[in-house]
């Protein structure tokens, strides 16, 4: 199977800081890759959607300029959550579509989450 | 508007019985796939099952299987000989074939009573 890692899987900030969350495809490449925040007893609310070497599309009422996503390469996208506060505290999901050259893999991977406390 | 409904918020079944969990979909496509995930409380994401809607043999998974209704537009997730370790979120999940992006349903809690 094809597996997503993420890095950090919890962290802790300080108001007004900023966190990088990382999102890997270890074992394929992603053309496309999601990222999603779920509160808790809640399903999935989708961020974002990126795709290799190309701007992120935002969802509706998602701010692009608070979460940064960059997808550098077809293993690697990252968000980043600029000056964090309380309310940014959820649990961040990434996962991976579109894997490249493997058209038979209809669903989206997903990595195991980062848990984001800002104090 | 696509959209995916599951309609119960909880359910609880005694091990080893059987549980049937409700997901209903909107969708004017007619290429699309349906999904069931399954989130422990690690919260890792974990796919059960998944239905490609040209195919009108419902898909199975060993002790999962779904009861997909194309013109009714709904797509039904039964565990059989249900175990402790399947207490989890279920989710369920919808996206057209040219898309990867998905929809989701809000999930429902399945406890397992031992």
């Known amino acids: 199977g094809a597996v997503v890692s993420q890095h950090p899987s919890w962290v802790i900030c300080k108001s007004g800081t900023s966190v990088k969350i990382e999102c890997r495809s270890l074992?394929?490449?992603?053309?496309?890759m999601f990222w999603y925040r779920q509160f808790p007893k809640q399903s999935l609310m989708l961020m974002a959607t990126?795709?290799?070497?190309?701007?992120?599309?935002?969802e509706q009422g998602v701010e692009k300029d608070k979460f940064l996503i960059n997808h550098a390469s077809l293993t690697l996208s990252t968000l980043t959550v600029t000056s964090a506060h309380p309310e940014d505290s959820s649990f961040y999901i990434c996962?991976?579509?579109?894997?490249?050259?493997?058209?038979?893999?209809?669903?989206?991977?997903f990595g195991p989450g980062t848990r984001l406390t800002v104090l | 508007a696509q959209t995916v409904t599951q309609s119960q918020p909880e359910m609880s079944v005694q091990e080893a019985e059987t549980v049937t969990l409700s997901c209903t979909y909107d969708?004017?496509?007619?290429?699309?796939?349906l999904f069931w995930y399954k989130q422990p409380p690690s919260r890792q994401m974990i796919l059960v099952i998944r239905?490609?809607?040209?195919k009108q043999q419902n898909a199975t998974e060993n002790r999962f299987s779904v009861n997909f209704q194309k013109a009714a537009k709904s797509f039904s997730l039964k565990i059989s000989d249900s175990q402790l370790g399947d207490a989890a979120m279920y989710f369920c999940?919808?996206?057209?074939?040219?898309?990867?992006?998905?929809?989701w349903g809000a999930g429902t809690k399945l406890i397992i009573k031992p």
């Open positions: 996962s991976a579509g579109g894997l490249a050259g493997r058209s038979s893999y209809n669903e989206q991977f």
């Open positions: 074992d394929f490449q992603a053309t496309t």
């Open positions: 990126s795709n290799e070497g190309s701007k992120a599309t935002y």
């Open positions: 969708t004017s496509e007619s290429d699309y796939y």
């Open positions: 239905q490609e809607a040209y």
């Open positions: 999940a919808y996206r057209v074939r040219s898309n990867y992006q998905l929809i």
